[in-house]
């Protein structure tokens, strides 16, 4: 697969991932285990692959998530253009990760 794929619990919890999101985002073993949303994006911030602010986007993502709404959201990051389709699956939240740069470059 080409995409990172995650899941989380709707408590935002990290359930599982794949190597591609390990890969996209220069994660290490111990955010790869259960861990909360918010410690994941603090982490990628150390990494320098999240420049948002985990104290208002974990809530805010939860909250949208929990309405039963899609979020597609786009993230520039380190010369990358990154695309995350985000859906409630049973109440857990699923999340695909995309490198679009080259599509993005493509359309000017």
């Not at 995650?6 to 991932?17: N, R």
């Not at 955010?31 to 809530?59: E, K, Q, Y």
Request: glycine share 6%.
């Amino acid at each position: 697969m080409s995409a990172g794929l995650c899941m989380w619990s709707p408590s935002g919890h990290l359930i599982l991932c794949n190597e591609r999101y390990v890969q996209m985002y220069n994660l290490t073993a111990e955010v790869t285990r259960p861990v909360a949303l918010r410690d994941l994006l603090l982490h990628r911030i150390r990494m320098g692959n999240f420049p948002g602010d985990p104290d208002r986007i974990s809530p805010n993502l939860l909250a949208t998530i929990a309405k039963g709404k899609t979020v597609t959201s786009m993230l520039e990051n380190e010369g990358r253009s990154l695309r995350s389709p985000t859906a409630d699956a049973r109440r857990r939240l699923v999340a695909t990760h995309e490198d679009v740069t080259e599509q993005r470059k493509s359309r000017g």
